[in-house]
């Protein structure tokens, strides 16, 4: 009977220590696993803003915000009737037009490819909206996944019109 | 093992050999007894062992004159090529080794898969080295970022990017491989550290890859089980250690022949632009040796399919002990899987073309087919075909079926006969 008792607090101590040890472990080596994270510099570079106003209809630019590229198509009227008229039946990743630019004219957005990274060319593909090369996959005029191994829509990043001319993304 | 207790000679030896056994070791490794029938496919073993340590002393050399630093890295390997001495050779020794190091890998697995020198009792030696296999392509696919060209930026961030797909964890993985929320100088950094470390836990699953190949011995191109210091085997020391040299010699004529006359067809010309985190090459393909993967990636028609199949390709592999039910080792006695094998390594190659080509057209229907074929090999047909194929009868010893080929008995009585003539004894 004592030996059982004696066992059981054996047992205690054994797992007791264990549990300590693994805590211990586990805590030394979370600050070698999280300096990979992105540091304070990295993430300090956080807003940039883009002067628009010689932009013309139907164009295009392409800045860097955060190592990426951010996609500014002024679109025409045309591209926007296409856009808005879609079916959202049609869509992979259904969302409206409307929700993704406030301003129909202004269409910002990530220039990376949701499948595996890359920067989609502008003004090509069946939907006349992006293409990406690597691995084909088509986006419509509001960057909308149509076609291809792509699973989501070309993403909508935060920004805001600081005035008529400067979008601050970020 | 089955040796008998090696003493050194000289009593320093003894005393030294008592304490740190180094001299049994030298003894065990020069002694260890190879089947007599091994031929030039088991050379790849050793030619394997000079290409890591090829890599390893070249890759340490050019670290003395690399910069890890997306401003500098791109510029740097140009001043490797131009201003260092002999620079441009020991930095085509290294980009022509990484793929010189991939062919005799290749060799040496399909040897593997032909003789099945991955059954029992080897099938931990064939998950060592598929680790190293592993191991090999990681620190291939991060060395290759290096110089910081188009096809490093881009093949890092389409390869990073395949973790992406990993279900609600998998962006929060990718911004953590990148240090960043892109591939980026924290990532050129980070994967300089690993590409510098990765060699040595290779080198270290090699010493437990022919520590373990030395408990049962090797496999042999008959695929019998050889009794170990009879007149089945040799002293590895000359006899293999020569044959070795041999094939080695032949390999490097083979590996300098690119570094000297085309050290560049092997790579891609679009690595000779400067990264530009703005544009993405027309087309984007890995080194060739991961084409077949890439293939089977873009076969699949969506993100995370595309990458589970990928993975799957390779660790399927780590299950083939098991998977191939056949009790014979070796495809010399296996009629259909011999055929299969040939097969296998077709659609393997087809594969690697594939991976080469734009996924559309009839390049996707083939390389769905081919990827189709290459689970379907190892799931169904290897696991039905052990208990189905009609094999060959095995022979009884390594000898055995040399001198039991049709006429050289008769051969061997007529030389007895003549030298009978000449009374020299009898010997029937």
Redesign the interface.
């Known amino acids: 009977m004592a030996e059982k008792i004696k066992r059981k607090r054996r047992d205690f101590l054994f797992t007791a220590t264990y549990t300590v040890g693994a805590v211990g472990l586990g805590s030394a080596i979370w600050p070698l696993?999280d300096q990979?994270?992105?540091?304070s510099s990295?993430k300090a570079l956080s807003t940039t803003e883009v002067d628009v106003s010689r932009l013309e209809p139907g164009k295009t630019i392409?800045v860097?915000w955060?190592?990426?590229?951010i996609f500014i198509k002024r679109r025409t009227s045309k591209e926007i009737d296409e856009a808005s008229k879609v079916d959202l039946k049609d869509l992979k990743d259904p969302e409206k037009d409307s929700d993704r630019a406030s301003n129909p004219e202004w269409l910002v957005m990530v220039g990376?490819c949701t499948?595996?990274?890359?920067?989609p060319l502008s003004d090509k593909g069946e939907y006349k909206g992006w293409f990406?090369?690597?691995?084909?996959s088509h986006y419509d005029t509001s960057g909308r996944i149509r076609k291809g191994?792509?699973?989501k829509n070309l993403e909508i990043p935060k920004y805001e019109f600081v005035d008529n001319n400067t979008i601050k993304i970020g | 093992m089955s040796e008998e207790k090696y003493i050194p000679k000289s009593k320093l030896a003894q005393w030294f050999d008592s304490r740190l056994p180094l001299l049994t070791l030298s003894h065990h490794l020069q002694s260890y007894p190879t089947p007599k029938n091994l031929n030039y496919w088991w050379t790849f073993g050793g030619i394997l062992t000079f290409c890591l340590i090829t890599q390893i002393v070249t890759g340490l050399v050019l670290a003395m004159h690399y910069v890890a630093h997306v401003d500098h890295a791109f510029e740097s390997i140009e001043h490797i090529m131009r201003n260092v001495n002999y620079g441009w050779l020991i930095r085509y020794v290294h980009a022509n080794g990484a793929s010189m190091f991939f062919l005799a890998v290749y060799i040496h697995i399909f040897r593997a898969l032909f003789y099945g020198s991955y059954k029992s009792p080897r099938e931990v030696i064939w998950i060592i080295g598929l680790l190293i296999y592993i191991l090999m392509m990681a620190t291939a696919f991060m060395g290759y970022v290096l110089p910081w060209g188009q096809m490093s930026f881009w093949g890092a961030t389409v390869i990073t990017n395949l973790f992406s797909a990993i279900p609600f964890i998998g962006d929060s993985i990718t911004t953590w491989l990148w240090g960043g929320y892109s591939v980026d100088n924290p990532t050129l950094n980070r994967f300089y550290s690993l590409h510098y470390l990765l060699p040595f836990l290779i080198f270290g699953l090699v010493v437990l890859h022919i520590w373990a190949l030395h408990i049962p011995g090797n496999n042999n191109p008959i695929g019998i089980d050889v009794k170990k210091n009879s007149n089945e085997t040799m002293p590895f020391h000359p006899y293999m250690v020569m044959k070795d040299i041999f094939a080695l010699l032949l390999f490097i004529t083979v590996f300098l022949w690119f570094v000297f006359f085309a050290p560049n067809v092997l790579g891609h010309p679009d690595n000779y632009i400067e990264a530009n985190p703005l544009v993405t090459p027309a087309h984007i393909v890995p080194e060739w040796y991961l084409l077949p993967f890439y293939a089977i990636l873009r076969a699949i028609p969506s993100k995370l399919g595309g990458v589970i199949f990928m993975f799957a390709s390779i660790f399927i592999l780590m299950l083939l002990p098991w998977l191939d039910t056949s009790k014979v080792r070796s495809a010399i006695f296996r009629p259909i899987y011999k055929k299969l094998f040939w097969v296998l390594f077709f659609v393997v190659i087809l594969l690697g073309y594939l991976g080469a080509k734009p996924p559309e057209g009839i390049y996707l229907i083939l390389s769905r087919l081919a990827t189709a074929y290459y689970f379907i090999h190892f799931l169904v047909i290897l696991p039905l075909l052990g208990r189905y194929e009609k094999t060959d009868p095995l022979p009884q010893s390594i000898s055995d079926p040399v001198l039991n080929k049709p006429g050289v008995l008769d051969k061997f009585k007529k030389v007895a006969a003549e030298y009978e003539g000449e009374n020299v004894g009898s010997f029937k």
């Open positions: 696993v990979m994270n992105p540091d990295v392409t860097l955060r190592g990426k590229p990376v499948h595996l990274g890359c920067v990406c090369p690597c691995h084909g191994p792509a699973p």
